[in-house]
């Protein structure tokens, strides 16, 4: 059993930066890909950002791509995201979720576990 604890996101105004954190519990943390997701109010979960085990690896949607950098710690158990040039259409819960294979994903149904999500608010 994996547990993800998100933290970081708060208001934040329009070309603004956030870094969001999430802690995972487990022993086998450093063979899972991760990845981030985000849910605006009223829209589906939108794949954010992943990467694979060693950190070496990661993958971003368009509209992050040149923002976002997703990150890993695995001597802390704790992956990142940090955001750059926030605009408010970022507004959204993020939640981290882990996989139990080390590759890479942007599928939301890839991935087994999942953080409670943290509020992120980007202010025109």
């Known amino acids: 059993q994996v547990q993800l604890v998100e933290s970081g996101g708060r208001l934040v ?17 450093s063979s899972y890909g991760m990845g981030w997701f985000r849910q605006a109010p009223g829209k589906e979960r939108e ?3 992943a990467i694979n085990w060693s950190g070496g690896t990661a993958m971003y949607p368009d509209s992050a791509k040149g923002r976002f950098t997703i990150s890993r710690d695995n001597a802390k158990n704790t992956v990142y995201l940090q ?14 979720a882990a996989r ?22 980007v202010s025109s």
């Open 47 to 49: 794949f954010t950002a």
């Open 83 to 96: 955001m750059d040039s926030l605009q408010p259409e970022d507004t959204g819960v993020y939640y981290c």
């Open 100 to 121: 139990t294979v080390s590759s890479i994903s942007r599928y939301y149904y890839e991935y087994t576990y999942w953080g409670q999500g943290t509020q992120v608010t």
């Open 13 to 29: 105004q329009a070309g603004g930066s956030l870094r969001l954190s999430c802690a995972a519990s487990g022993r086998s943390f």
